[in-house]
C-alpha cells in the first residue's frame, strides 16, 4: 500500500526524542550511568561528611591517610565503571547495525547518495551543511549526520581535488562559510597546481 506523508517537526521536539529514544533504545547503559553517577555522589557525600570518622577508624586500624586513600578508591572505581560503561554503549550501538558494509557513494546533478545494502541517504546539495577534510579523506555533513568518502575510494588525488572543488560549487553561501576554513586550502593548492 503506497503512502505519502508530509509533516515538520521543530528542533525542540527532536532533541526531546534523541533522549527518548537514547533512554528507550540503550535503557541498561542508562540505568547504569545513573547508578554509577549516584553511588559515586552518595560516596563523595559520605567522605566529606565522614571523612573524620573514617580517618580515625582507619588511623586505628593502622592505615594513614585514609579518607584520602577511600577518595583515590571511590574516583578510580568511578572511572573504572565509566570505562566499562562506554564499552557496553559500543557493544550495543554494534549490535544494532553492520558498520562493516561496503558504501556505495554516487554524485548526481541534485546531490550525493550513500548507499549499504541496509540503508540509503540523499544528500541534495541544499541540505550540506559543511564540507570537512579528515587526513583519510573527504566529509560532508547534514547536520550532524558525516558521511566520510576516504581518500583511497579516489582514483588519484586529482579525482579527489576535482570532488572536492565539485561539492564546494554547489554548497550553499552559509555551508561555503563553514567549509572554507577547513577546504580552502586545499582548493587553493589546487589552483596553484593547475597554474
Known amino acids: ?10 528542533y525542540e521536539r527532536l532533541a526531546r ?42 588511623d586505628a586500624a593502622g592505615i594513614p591517610a585514609g579518607a584520602e586513600l577511600l577518595f583515590l578508591a571511590v574516583a578510580l572505581l568511578f572511572f573504572l565503571g565509566s ?10 550501538v554494534k549490535g544494532r547495525a553492520n558498520f562493516n ?30 564540507m570537512l577534510l579528515e587526513r583519510d579523506g573527504v566529509v560532508v555533513s547534514h547536520g550532524n549526520l558525516f558521511f566520510l568518502v576516504p581518500d583511497i575510494a579516489f582514483a588519484s588525488p586529482g579525482d579527489r581535488l576535482a570532488f572536492i572543488r565539485e561539492v564546494y560549487g554547489h554548497l550553499s553561501e552559509a555551508a561555503r ?13 589546487g589552483s596553484a597546481e593547475s597554474v
Not at 27 to 51: K, Q
Not at 177 to 189: F, I, Q, Y
Open 1 to 10: 500500500m503506497p503512502r505519502e506523508l508530509t509533516y515538520q517537526l521543530s
Open 17 to 58: 526524542l534523541s533522549r527518548s529514544a537514547t533512554r528507550n533504545a540503550y535503557r541498561t547503559v542508562w540505568v547504569l550511568t545513573w547508578l554509577l553517577l549516584s553511588l559515586f555522589g552518595a560516596a563523595l557525600v559520605l567522605l566529606i561528611f565522614y571523612g573524620d570518622v573514617l580517618s580515625g577508624w582507619l
Open 83 to 92: 570505562w566499562l560503561l562506554r564499552r557496553l554503549r559500543v557493544r550495543q
Open 101 to 130: 558494509q561496503i558504501i556505495r557513494m554516487q554524485q548526481d546533478d541534485g546531490g550525493l547518495r550513500f548507499m549499504t545494502d541496509e540503508v540509503e541517504h540523499y544528500l541534495k546539495w541544499q541540505g550540506i551543511s559543511q
Open 177 to 189: 562559510s563553514l567549509s572554507d576554513r577547513h577546504v580552502g586550502a586545499a582548493l587553493k593548492m
